[in-house]
C-alpha cells in the first residue's frame, strides 16, 4: 500500500511540469514570431523608396497623411535638413541686412560707412549661401564641410545682429527726424501763405477809410454847402513867405491826422506864433480842411494855410514826369483793388498796389523849392507823426552843406539801398553802393538853397524818366529820395525821430518818452481799429475832441 501510495504521487507531479514546460515553449515561439515579423516590417520601410509624386497628385490626408510624413521622416538624411535650417537663418538675415539698408538710402543717411557695411553684409550672405561645394561627388553631405559651413554663418548672423542692435535706435531717430522735416516743411508753406494773406488782410484795413474818417469829411463839405459865408476864401498873409519863421509842410488827405500834427507841434513849441504850416491835400478833401482849420483855428498864433495840388499850375503831366507814370499806372490797373489776387501771390508787389503811391501827394517833396521860392529852410513832416518837443533846433543844425538832414535806418544788412533799388540794372550798379545806409521820410529838414544848387529836381525827374518802366524801383517816393540824395543827406541823432510805431510791438518806452518826434510809419495807423494799443494814446491825446464833428462820427478814440 504504501509503494502504490509513492507511486501515484509521483506520478501526479510528473503531469504537471511537463504542463509548465509546454506553455514556456509556447510563448518562446510567439515572442520569436512577434520579433521576426518586426523585423521584416522595419527590413521593408528602410529598402523601400517613396512613391514618385506628380505635379497634379492631391496631397495624401488623415492616415496616409501621416505615414507619408513619417516616411519622410524616416528616409531623410540629417545633415540636409541641418543645411536646410542653415540656409532659412542665412535667407532671414539677408532680408533683415537689406531692409535696413534700404532705410538708410531712403533716408539719405550722412553715414555713407555704415550703409556701404550693410551692403557688403547682404553680399556677403549671399555669396556664402551659393556655394557649391556642401556635396560630395555621390550626392551626400559631407558632415566637416557643412560644420565649416555653419560656423561662417553663425560668425555672420552674430554680426548682422549687432550692426542692427546698434543701428535700430539711429534708424528710428532718423524716420522720426524725417516726418518732422516734412510737417516742418508743409507748416512752412502754410505759415507762407497765412503771411501773404495777412499782409493783404492788414493792408486793406490800412488803405481803407474808415467809416468815421469818411464821416467827418462828409460832415465837414456839408458845414461848407450850408454856410458858404462863412467860408470865404482870405488873401495869403505875408507870414506865409517870411523865411525867418519855422515852415512846416504836410501834405496830406486825412483831415484828423493832419490836425493831430499840427496840435502836436504848436502844443510843445517855446514860441508857436513863429510856426507856419503849409498843408497841402487833393481836390477832393480840400474843402474840408478848410472847414477843420476854420472851425478850429490853430492855437498859440501860429499860421496855416491849405492848398490843393490842383493850385500849383507847373505840376503836370509835361512837366513832372512822375504824373505820367501814376497816370500810366491808374491805366495799366495796376491799382489796389484789381490786383488783390497777384497781391496774395507776391507781397513784394504790395507797394506798386499801395495807392498811397500812387498819388501825387507822395510825390510833392520832391518840388519844394519850386513851391516855396522865397524860404531858405522847410521842414517836412508826414501825417502819422506825433511831435513831442520843440523843433526849432532843427533849424539851427548846420548840416554842413548838404541837402537833407534825416535819421538813418539801417541796422547790420538791413535797410541798405539793395533792398530799394534794382541793383541787377546797370546804371543802379555803377552808380550806387548797394550797401549804402538808407533813411527815412517822416521827419526832413531840407535846405532850399542848398537843394536849388544842386539841382536835385533836376536829378529827380531825369531819374523818374529812366524808370519809365518802372525797372529800376517800383513806383514810391523812398526810392527816388535815396537816389536824389544820395551823397547829399546828413544823419541826424536818432533821437529827433524813432519809428516803427505803426508795426513794432517791441519799442522801449524809454526811447519814445526821449524822441522829438515818434512816427506811425506801417499798416496799424494810430486812427485805425488795428492800432497797436500801447502806442495809441500818445495820438489820441492830440485830436480835438471838442470838435463837434468828432463827436458825431464816433472816432474809436
Same mark, same amino acid.
Given at each position: 500500500? @504504501? ?24 510563448? %518562446? ?33 488623415? @492616415? ?23 540656409? #532659412? ?11 535696413? @539698408? ?49 560656423? &561662417?554663418?553663425?560668425?555672420?548672423? =552674430? ?37 501773404? $494773406? ?11 477809410? /474808415? ?32 523865411? !525867418? ?8 488827405? $486825412? ?15 517855446? &514860441? ?17 480842411? #478848410? ?16 492848398? @490843393? ?9 509835361? *512837366? ?7 497816370? !500810366? ?8 483793388? =484789381? ?5 496774395? =501771390? ?8 499801395? /495807392? ?32 513831442? =518837443? ?29 533792398? *530799394? ?12 553802393? /548797394? ?9 526832413? %529838414? ?39 540824395? *544820395? ?18 510791438? !517791441? ?27 500801447? *502806442? ?22
Amino acid at each position: 500500500m @504504501a509503494i502504490a501510495v509513492r507511486s501515484s504521487r509521483g506520478g501526479g507531479s510528473g503531469g504537471v511540469g511537463a504542463g509548465f514546460r509546454s506553455l514556456f515553449s509556447y510563448r %518562446i515561439f510567439i515572442s520569436a514570431l512577434f520579433s521576426l515579423l518586426f523585423i521584416v516590417t522595419v527590413s521593408v520601410l528602410l529598402t523601400s523608396r517613396p512613391p514618385p509624386t506628380h505635379h497634379h497628385s492631391r496631397p495624401p490626408s488623415g @492616415a496616409n497623411a501621416y505615414m507619408h510624413r513619417t516616411f519622410l521622416a524616416l528616409n531623410s538624411d540629417p545633415l540636409k535638413t541641418r543645411l536646410d535650417l542653415i540656409y #532659412k537663418q542665412a535667407n532671414d538675415h539677408i532680408t533683415l541686412v537689406k531692409t535696413y @539698408a534700404a532705410y538708410a538710402r531712403k533716408l539719405k543717411l550722412e553715414n555713407s560707412k555704415q550703409l556701404k557695411m550693410f551692403d557688403d553684409l547682404a553680399k556677403n550672405f549671399s555669396d556664402l549661401t551659393s556655394k557649391p561645394s556642401l556635396f560630395e561627388t555621390d550626392g551626400n553631405l559631407d558632415e566637416d564641410v557643412l560644420r565649416q559651413f555653419e560656423k &561662417e554663418v553663425k560668425d555672420r548672423v =552674430k554680426f548682422a545682429r549687432l550692426m542692427v542692435a546698434e543701428s535700430k535706435e539711429t534708424y528710428d531717430n532718423q524716420l522720426k527726424i524725417q516726418k518732422l522735416k516734412d510737417t516742418i516743411f508743409s507748416v512752412s508753406e502754410s505759415l507762407g501763405k497765412a503771411k501773404k $494773406n495777412g499782409a493783404l488782410a492788414s493792408s486793406i484795413a490800412a488803405k481803407s477809410i /474808415p467809416k468815421s474818417l469818411h464821416c467827418l469829411a462828409m460832415r465837414l463839405v456839408e458845414e461848407r454847402i450850408s454856410h458858404p459865408e462863412r467860408y470865404k476864401e482870405e488873401s495869403p498873409t505875408a507870414e506865409f513867405e517870411d523865411p !525867418s519863421l519855422y515852415h512846416y509842410a504836410v501834405f496830406s488827405d $486825412n483831415v484828423i491826422a493832419v490836425s493831430v500834427v499840427v496840435r502836436s507841434v504848436v502844443k510843445n513849441a517855446e &514860441e508857436p506864433w513863429k510856426h507856419v504850416f503849409h498843408v497841402v491835400t487833393d481836390r477832393m478833401n480840400v474843402a474840408a480842411m #478848410k472847414v477843420w482849420f476854420r472851425m478850429r483855428p490853430v492855437e498859440g498864433g501860429a499860421h496855416l494855410e491849405v492848398k @490843393a495840388v490842383e493850385d500849383y499850375s507847373f505840376l503836370n503831366s509835361s *512837366y513832372a514826369p512822375v504824373l505820367r507814370q501814376i497816370e !500810366s499806372a491808374k491805366k495799366q490797373r495796376f491799382n489796389f483793388e =484789381k490786383t488783390t489776387e497777384n497781391v496774395t =501771390k507776391d507781397g513784394s508787389n504790395m507797394k506798386l498796389k499801395n /495807392p498811397e503811391s500812387m498819388s501825387m501827394l507822395n510825390h510833392l517833396r520832391f518840388y519844394l523849392p519850386e513851391m516855396y521860392p522865397k524860404l531858405h529852410k522847410i521842414l517836412l513832416l508826414d501825417d502819422d507823426v506825433v511831435v513831442q =518837443k520843440d523843433l526849432t533846433g532843427l533849424w539851427k543844425i548846420d548840416l554842413a552843406g548838404k541837402v537833407n538832414g534825416a535819421v538813418e535806418t539801417c541796422f547790420g544788412s538791413f535797410h541798405r539801398f539793395s533792398q *530799394y533799388l534794382n541793383f541787377t540794372h546797370p546804371l543802379i550798379k555803377e552808380r550806387f553802393n /548797394p550797401k549804402a545806409c538808407a533813411w527815412a521820410y517822416g521827419m526832413n %529838414i531840407f535846405d532850399l538853397d542848398a537843394w536849388r544848387r544842386e539841382k536835385c529836381t533836376e536829378t529827380y525827374e531825369e531819374w523818374q524818366n529812366l524808370n519809365e518802366d518802372r525797372t529800376l524801383w517800383k513806383l514810391d517816393a523812398l526810392p527816388p529820395g535815396l537816389i536824389t540824395f *544820395y551823397s547829399l543827406t546828413k544823419s541826424l541823432d536818432k533821437s529827433w525821430h524813432v519809428l516803427g510805431l505803426g508795426y513794432n510791438p !517791441s519799442i522801449s518806452m524809454d526811447e519814445i518818452n526821449n524822441a522829438a518826434v515818434i512816427h506811425y510809419n506801417g499798416n496799424m495807423k494810430p486812427w485805425l481799429d488795428i492800432a497797436m494799443n500801447q *502806442y495809441k494814446n500818445l495820438w489820441t491825446k492830440y485830436v480835438d475832441n471838442d470838435m463837434e464833428f468828432v463827436q458825431m462820427c464816433n472816432f474809436g478814440v
